[in-house]
């Protein structure tokens, strides 16, 4: 256990590179127990529904308030995510971001009611990419090496395609002039690039690696990739937009992972799984839906691990138990809270680690005779 002031970020680096070689004979196990502090009554809202008025070193101060009093357990880390809400790229590409005290959203703004081969990407700027970087300056300024800066939510593709261009609007495009989608997702793509590398500028400089919104870490440059839009085409399709997007990034990024969201992804899992340079996927099963680690999931968690992918979850004590006591864990981060009576989030992540090593030294016989 381990707050931000006495954190020791060399054996967190040196635990998660080993886990990145898949050298690490366990999974990782991130949980934290949080304590009361002093914050305004905007903090907790997306940044994008927090008053203009308020600084961006008033943010920063708020979000150290607010991890000074937390338990860090197991490979848990400190961290501020720079949450503008998801697809946010869009706001810097013409996009109009709405927000309130809980989400955001946006209008299609200039690019409404155009013919697609009338639609231009510009380079991203503006009010919004100015907002989003002097936060993440302030919150870097103020942290020092105590605590990683998390990357912007700048969203995939075609989501943002989607929210610039309307997202009924894009899928009579994909039907009716899928060249001019093609043409646009190479756009955006180029500017999604362009941010990143923009953010890294400010992040990097700190040397304490790098992390999405997501509970992964690298001391690499990593980034939690997705196409929530995907939920609405073919695995044909993804092959066609998505895929090339995915390869691009992933031959830039040495970390990418992808947030598989819902089961109404999973038809393009083969070609997930096939993308060069893509580490590992992170499962959500979407509401209403066992969690990611109940057994309901395990072989879509077997085969991802099969094509030599890394695995992501988040899900309840009970469920991580479970997985760790039947399944190899080696190769997973299992970000978890205790749902168990009497024991805590520290406990729990110990519980954890002996289940996973207990099944690992059980199978590993098994696993040699094979």
């Not at 756009?187 to 997501?214: D, H, K």
Request: glycine letters at 10%.
């Amino acid at each position: 256990m381990a707050r931000m002031h006495d954190f020791d970020w060399d054996t967190h680096r040196s635990t998660w590179t080993r886990w990145w070689d898949r050298d690490l004979e366990r999974p990782i196990v991130i949980s934290s127990t949080g304590g009361k502090t002093d914050v305004p009554a905007w903090w907790g809202r997306q940044f994008g529904g927090i008053p203009a008025e308020v600084a961006p070193e008033e943010i920063a101060a708020a979000a150290e308030s607010a991890m000074s009093v937390v338990d860090f357990h197991g490979d848990d880390f400190p961290k501020t995510w720079i949450n503008f809400g998801p697809g946010s790229l869009a706001a810097c590409l013409g996009g109009e971001m709405h927000a309130d005290d809980r989400t955001t959203w946006f209008t299609p703004g200039l690019h409404a009611g155009k013919a697609i081969a009338d639609v231009a990407i510009p380079a991203f700027g503006g009010r919004w990419h100015q907002r989003m970087r002097a936060v993440a300056q302030a919150c870097a300024t103020r942290f020092g090496r105590r605590a990683v800066v998390g990357f912007t939510d700048l969203g995939g593709n075609l989501d943002l395609v989607a929210s610039l261009r309307d997202a009924n609007q894009l899928l009579l495009d994909c039907m009716d002039d899928p060249a001019e989608v093609d043409r646009l997702c190479r756009e955006v793509t180029a500017q999604w690039w362009q941010a990143y590398q923009a953010e890294c500028t400010v992040i990097e400089p700190l040397g304490l690696g790098t992390t999405p919104w997501a509970a992964i870490w690298s001391p690499q440059r990593c980034y939690m990739l997705q196409s929530d839009f995907s939920y609405m085409i073919s695995p044909k399709q993804f092959a066609r937009w998505v895929v090339p997007d995915l390869t691009d990034i992933c031959s830039r990024i040495p970390h990418g992972f992808y947030h598989l969201d819902g089961k109404g992804e999973l038809p393009h899992l083969d070609h997930l799984l096939g993308v060069p340079g893509l580490q590992g996927v992170q499962w959500i099963p979407g509401d209403g839906n066992p969690q990611s680690a109940e057994p309901h999931w395990w072989p879509v968690l077997q085969r991802i691990r099969a094509a030599g992918k890394l695995v992501q979850l988040y899900g309840s004590g009970s469920a991580m138990l479970k997985l760790a006591a039947e399944l190899p864990t080696d190769g997973y981060v299992l970000a978890t809270w205790s749902d168990l009576p009497g024991m805590s989030n520290a406990e729990l992540v110990e519980a954890i680690q002996r289940e996973a090593s207990a099944t690992r030294h059980r199978l590993r016989p098994m696993a040699t005779a094979g």
